[in-house]
């Protein structure tokens, strides 16, 4: 494998930690002329310790065995001095859910993984010199020769005033600026990065999952088919063998492994011509003691038992499965994507769909290879086109999307490194005819349906989970509360085909599709709209804004941006990486990745404001409904939760778990009110985390808009099963 497993920290055990955390790394070269490293490396944890604490997480009883990746995004370099993805994200990553009570109490099962792709980054030395040197030989004389061109005519001109020299001189400048855009554009990174991540990031983390599950497999295997109890089992259907040494027997294990490894699918036939091929070789390696008729009962049987034990480990597993999640920031969003569409079974009938008809009939199962379950997908500023969420067309997110048990999207409109250099960048390759169709999900923003953002005209945004009153309501879209800022236009651009289609007969231009997407897709996330955000930061501890500077709104204008740009650069203010400082926003998306939206909200009642730097003082109704949950006695004894519970379409009821969850919903809305962060919250994570109805047939639902939503049952609770 090209994958280096190291200890996050290199001073301690990471694997006694908690939470263990691993460091993963690709050993892909920056450059294809260069070697790479040497992954040997005897005093490193590898992927065997990897499998091995999973393997034991599993046999302990664990609930919910875990296994969260992160992947960072484009320029991160990883030949600087020191690694900044490692040391500034993934270790204090790891550091906070190690130190995270509610986080090790729900998920004490969980393994953590920063995965490092072979970044480069603008602050290499050497980064403009290997450009020159790789610049092809006509680029090279047209930019050279244009400038000397260029200087000589611009003399000319000015001597003789002659209309020749000027037009030669605009010419020259025509063919050096051709070149030097080309320079400038390699010198970003931005398309070698991109290049990197889907050849090297991409196929690497494929094969390490694909290992993982494998070595899960082998490991469930091995525990209770080794050598001494195999020779045992076909020692008692082959009494011949017992007149040969068993280590000659157990060797014969051995050979017969290695050499079907290189015949796969073979058929055990003495008049198949491969199998006779197959024979002659496995003769080679085995002792002349054995016999041939006696080698091919043992070759049968040895088949055949390792066959069934395979299934009974696969059997095993699918009682067992571990839950996959994925951190992934910019472009780690896009790795996360194809990772994930690559190792799904493409020839799952629930993701093909139904012969003839479209492709909303497609349900895919979360289950992934043989040992795994895809849980949380978190998408921090994702540098992934916005069509993906509006359009009925097939892609990589998609495909991705509809096999996550959850999914949470973390945006911002001043996200400069999205909304300048990815969409600019994007515009030599993004098959559309206006400029309006680049944008990044990373700019989302979210606002009421109530309100319209314009920018001549400030008015109050609302703050908090502004579909809170529509939640109750399955139908409920998510698109009519999703805004992009067009600098071209006095408002925001909403993303619902109603309003793009308005858009379109204006002036032809739409940042989203009008076509109406049956499949509803973008109702599966949630979305964190951070643009406004504030909060206390460190070192300093006084309130600011996290991701603008301070006396900005939203919606931005030119002069907000250019004044944005000059603090990005400066780095006084980090627009697409900012996340991952605030208090805030940090609980947000670790809480999430580990422990889920329903875990966020049975946290958040016994965390007070205070903890959360909040000192504005709680509404005396809401105090009030706190004070009455965190008092109440469990909500799983049998006199507060009954299996007969009837569905919330009769509103006149509701059981002490789902009051419990709807006041931990209204008070976790009113902490992102005072953080400035507006969330528009799936109308899945409502059915399925706060009146707990099955997962599948909600989705089902959202997806197909087919099923009778009455018919829904809400999942069993443990009370389900006393008695």
Same mark, same amino acid.
């Given at each position: 494998?090209?994958?280096?497993?190291?200890?996050?920290?290199?001073?301690?055990?990471?694997?006694?930690?908690?939470?263990?955390?691993?460091?993963?790394?690709?050993?892909?070269?920056?450059?294809?002329?260069?070697?790479?490293?040497?992954?040997?490396?005897?005093?490193?944890?590898?992927?065997?310790?990897?499998?091995?604490?999973?393997?034991?997480?599993?046999?302990?009883?664990?609930?919910?065995?875990?296994?969260?990746?992160?992947?960072?995004?484009?320029?991160?370099?990883?030949?600087?001095?020191?690694?900044?993805?490692?040391?500034?994200?993934?270790?204090?990553?790891?550091?906070?859910?190690?130190?995270?009570?509610?986080?090790?109490?729900?998920?004490?099962?969980?393994?953590?993984?920063?995965?490092?792709?072979?970044?480069?980054?603008?602050?290499?030395?050497?980064?403009?010199?290997?450009?020159?040197?790789?610049?092809?030989?006509?680029?090279?004389?047209?930019?050279?020769?244009?400038?000397?061109?260029?200087?000589?005519? /611009? %003399? &000319?001109?000015?001597?003789?005033?002659?209309?020749? =020299?000027?037009?030669?001189?605009?010419?020259?400048? #025509?063919?050096? +600026?051709?070149?030097?855009?080309?320079?400038?554009?390699?010198?970003?990174?931005?398309?070698?990065?991109?290049?990197?991540?889907?050849?090297?990031?991409?196929?690497?983390?494929?094969?390490?999952?694909?290992?993982?599950?494998?070595?899960?497999?082998?490991?469930?295997?091995?525990?209770?088919?080794?050598?001494?109890?195999?020779?045992?089992?076909?020692?008692?259907?082959?009494?011949?063998?017992?007149?040969?040494?068993?280590?000659?027997?157990?060797?014969?294990?051995?050979?017969?492994?290695?050499?079907?490894?290189?015949?796969?699918?073979?058929?055990?036939?003495?008049?198949?011509?491969?199998?006779?091929?197959?024979?002659?070789?496995?003769?080679?390696?085995?002792?002349?003691?054995?016999?041939?008729?006696?080698?091919?009962?043992?070759?049968?049987? /040895? %088949? &055949?038992?390792?066959?069934?034990?395979?299934?009974? =480990?696969?059997?095993?597993?699918?009682?067992?499965? #571990?839950?996959? +999640?994925?951190?992934?920031?910019?472009?780690?969003?896009?790795?996360?994507?194809?990772?994930?569409?690559?190792?799904?079974?493409?020839?799952?009938?629930?993701?093909?769909g139904r012969l003839g008809e479209d492709h909303i009939s497609k349900t895919p199962s979360s289950r992934l290879g043989r040992v795994f379950r895809l849980g949380r997908l978190i998408l921090v500023a994702p540098d992934i086109p916005l069509l993906t969420i509006t359009s009925g067309r097939t892609n990589f997110l998609r495909s991705a999307l509809r096999r996550f048990e959850e999914a949470y999207l973390f945006s911002n409109e001043g996200d400069l490194a999205l909304r300048i250099a990815s969409t600019a960048a994007n515009y030599f390759s993004f098959p559309a005819r206006s400029r309006t169709q680049g944008y990044r999900l990373g700019n989302l923003t979210v606002t009421s349906k109530r309100i319209t953002l314009s920018k001549s005209k400030k008015v109050k945004p609302i703050y908090g989970i502004v579909n809170l009153e529509e939640l109750p309501d399955p139908t409920s879209h998510l698109l009519p509360y999703l805004e992009v800022n067009v600098l071209s236009k006095d408002q925001n651009q909403r993303l619902d085909?109603?309003?793009?289609?308005?858009?379109?007969?204006?002036?032809?231009?739409?940042?989203?599709?009008?076509?109406?997407?049956?499949?509803?897709?973008?109702?599966?996330?949630?979305?964190?709209?951070?643009?406004e955000y504030r909060d206390r930061l460190e070192p300093q501890g006084k309130e600011s804004y996290v991701l603008l500077l301070d006396g900005q709104r939203s919606p931005l204008k030119f002069l907000g941006y250019l004044r944005l740009f000059m603090a990005f650069a400066t780095g006084k203010r980090d627009v697409h990486g900012g996340y991952f400082q605030g208090p805030f926003a940090k609980l947000l998306i670790y809480r999430l990745a580990f422990i889920g939206f329903q875990g966020l909200l049975d946290s958040l009642p016994q965390t007070a404001p205070e903890t959360l730097g909040i000192s504005t003082p709680l509404?005396?109704?809401l105090s009030a409904e706190l004070m009455k949950i965190q008092t109440s006695s469990s909500p799983g004894t049998p006199d507060e939760v009954s299996s007969k519970t009837p569905l919330l379409d009769e509103p006149s009821y509701q059981t002490p778990l789902q009051k419990k969850r709807l006041v931990a919903l209204q008070y976790f809305s009113w902490v992102c009110a005072q953080k400035q962060i507006q969330v528009a919250i799936s109308p899945e994570r409502y059915q399925v985390d706060i009146l707990g109805r099955y997962r599948e047939d909600v989705r089902e639902y959202i997806l197909l808009q087919k099923a009778e939503w009455a018919s829904i049952p809400q999942a069993p609770t443990a009370n389900d099963y006393v008695g």
């Amino acid at each position: 494998m090209n994958i280096l497993v190291e200890n996050l920290f290199r001073d301690q055990d990471c694997r006694k930690l908690p939470i263990p955390s691993f460091f993963v790394k690709s050993t892909a070269p920056s450059n294809v002329e260069d070697d790479s490293p040497n992954i040997k490396d005897e005093d490193q944890p590898t992927i065997h310790n990897i499998v091995e604490l999973l393997y034991q997480n599993a046999k302990s009883g664990v609930k919910d065995s875990g296994l969260v990746i992160a992947i960072h995004g484009y320029n991160t370099g990883t030949d600087l001095a020191t690694d900044g993805v490692r040391e500034f994200w993934y270790k204090p990553l790891s550091t906070y859910i190690n130190q995270d009570p509610l986080i090790q109490k729900k998920e004490a099962g969980s393994i953590f993984l920063g995965y490092r792709w072979p970044s480069e980054s603008l602050q290499k030395k050497t980064i403009r010199k290997e450009a020159r040197k790789a610049l092809p030989i006509l680029l090279s004389i047209l930019l050279y020769g244009g400038i000397f061109a260029t200087i000589l005519f /611009l %003399v &000319l001109a000015g001597l003789t005033h002659s209309p020749i =020299a000027v037009a030669l001189m605009i010419i020259s400048v #025509i063919s050096f +600026s051709v070149v030097l855009t080309l320079y400038l554009l390699r010198i970003s990174v931005y398309f070698r990065d991109a290049y990197r991540a889907s050849i090297y990031g991409v196929s690497d983390l494929v094969e390490l999952i694909r290992q993982i599950d494998q070595g899960l497999i082998e490991k469930t295997v091995s525990e209770t088919l080794s050598d001494q109890a195999l020779y045992e089992r076909i020692n008692s259907r082959i009494p011949e063998i017992q007149a040969i040494a068993p280590s000659d027997v157990m060797d014969s294990f051995s050979a017969i492994r290695n050499t079907l490894s290189r015949y796969p699918d073979l058929n055990i036939d003495s008049e198949d011509f491969r199998f006779q091929q197959f024979f002659k070789r496995l003769r080679k390696d085995v002792s002349p003691e054995i016999g041939n008729e006696l080698l091919k009962q043992i070759l049968e049987r /040895l %088949v &055949l038992i390792e066959s069934l034990e395979l299934d009974a =480990a696969q059997r095993y597993w699918q009682n067992h499965l #571990i839950k996959l +999640s994925f951190i992934g920031h910019s472009m780690g969003g896009h790795v996360t994507t194809q990772v994930i569409r690559i190792l799904s079974d493409v020839f799952d009938p629930r993701s093909v769909g139904r012969l003839g008809e479209d492709h909303i009939s497609k349900t895919p199962s979360s289950r992934l290879g043989r040992v795994f379950r895809l849980g949380r997908l978190i998408l921090v500023a994702p540098d992934i086109p916005l069509l993906t969420i509006t359009s009925g067309r097939t892609n990589f997110l998609r495909s991705a999307l509809r096999r996550f048990e959850e999914a949470y999207l973390f945006s911002n409109e001043g996200d400069l490194a999205l909304r300048i250099a990815s969409t600019a960048a994007n515009y030599f390759s993004f098959p559309a005819r206006s400029r309006t169709q680049g944008y990044r999900l990373g700019n989302l923003t979210v606002t009421s349906k109530r309100i319209t953002l314009s920018k001549s005209k400030k008015v109050k945004p609302i703050y908090g989970i502004v579909n809170l009153e529509e939640l109750p309501d399955p139908t409920s879209h998510l698109l009519p509360y999703l805004e992009v800022n067009v600098l071209s236009k006095d408002q925001n651009q909403r993303l619902d085909p109603a309003s793009q289609w308005q858009e379109r007969k204006k002036s032809d231009e739409a940042v989203a599709s009008v076509q109406e997407d049956k499949e509803s897709i973008a109702d599966l996330f949630t979305y964190f709209d951070c643009t406004e955000y504030r909060d206390r930061l460190e070192p300093q501890g006084k309130e600011s804004y996290v991701l603008l500077l301070d006396g900005q709104r939203s919606p931005l204008k030119f002069l907000g941006y250019l004044r944005l740009f000059m603090a990005f650069a400066t780095g006084k203010r980090d627009v697409h990486g900012g996340y991952f400082q605030g208090p805030f926003a940090k609980l947000l998306i670790y809480r999430l990745a580990f422990i889920g939206f329903q875990g966020l909200l049975d946290s958040l009642p016994q965390t007070a404001p205070e903890t959360l730097g909040i000192s504005t003082p709680l509404p005396e109704d809401l105090s009030a409904e706190l004070m009455k949950i965190q008092t109440s006695s469990s909500p799983g004894t049998p006199d507060e939760v009954s299996s007969k519970t009837p569905l919330l379409d009769e509103p006149s009821y509701q059981t002490p778990l789902q009051k419990k969850r709807l006041v931990a919903l209204q008070y976790f809305s009113w902490v992102c009110a005072q953080k400035q962060i507006q969330v528009a919250i799936s109308p899945e994570r409502y059915q399925v985390d706060i009146l707990g109805r099955y997962r599948e047939d909600v989705r089902e639902y959202i997806l197909l808009q087919k099923a009778e939503w009455a018919s829904i049952p809400q999942a069993p609770t443990a009370n389900d099963y006393v008695g």
